[in-house]
């Protein structure tokens, strides 16, 4: 059986405001909230509102409207936390590391010299993510 949308997932409930987040941005087509387990400072996420599982079934033109926004805050996080490179990842199912399985793309700070955090590795503190939230939104 192929695999579906289930609204029933965490990033819904962020979308909704039931369960807190730090916010970076926010329009009609998306939310932009800090990761709390970061693999580098500065790594958010950028979350489609209208519900897709992965890249596999997500409709296009909802792709193209969502990629500007990726660009955008990209732009804006690379800029402000001063990083030396951004990398953008997108895991579509559970072999590809996907664990959320509403669709998001990853947007991650590469600073020359230093090492990543694995996936999962690192939870942050809020205070933390919350001034370096502040920072982004500055830029944006
Ligand atoms: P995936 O593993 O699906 O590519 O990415 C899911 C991401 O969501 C992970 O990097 C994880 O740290 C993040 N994440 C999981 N739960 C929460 C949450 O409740 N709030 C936020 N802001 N991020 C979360």
Redesign the pocket.
């Known amino acids: 059986m192929p695999s579906s949308y289930d609204p029933n997932n ?2 819904t409930k ?1 979308i909704a405001g039931d ?1 807190p ?2 916010k970076i941005f926010e329009d009609d087509v998306c939310v932009s ?7 580098s400072r500065g ?1 958010v ?1 950028v979350v489609p509102k209208k519900g897709a599982r992965n890249l596999i079934d997500v409709d296009p033109d909802d792709l193209a409207e969502l990629m500007k926004r990726v660009q955008k805050i990209a732009v804006a996080v690379k800029k402000s936390m001063r990083a030396d490179g951004i990398l953008l ?3 579509s199912e559970e072999v590809a ?5 509403h669709l ?1 793309f ?1 947007i991650i700070p590469c600073y020359a010299g230093q090492r990543r955090n694995r ?2 590795e690192v939870e942050v503190s809020n205070d933390d993510l919350a001034e370096i939230a502040e920072h982004i939104r500055a830029a944006l």
């Open positions: 965490i990033f962020i369960i987040s730090h909230i800090m990761d709390i387990m970061p693999e790594h996420l990842r997108q895991s590391g996907q664990t959320v399985y998001h990853h996936h999962g």
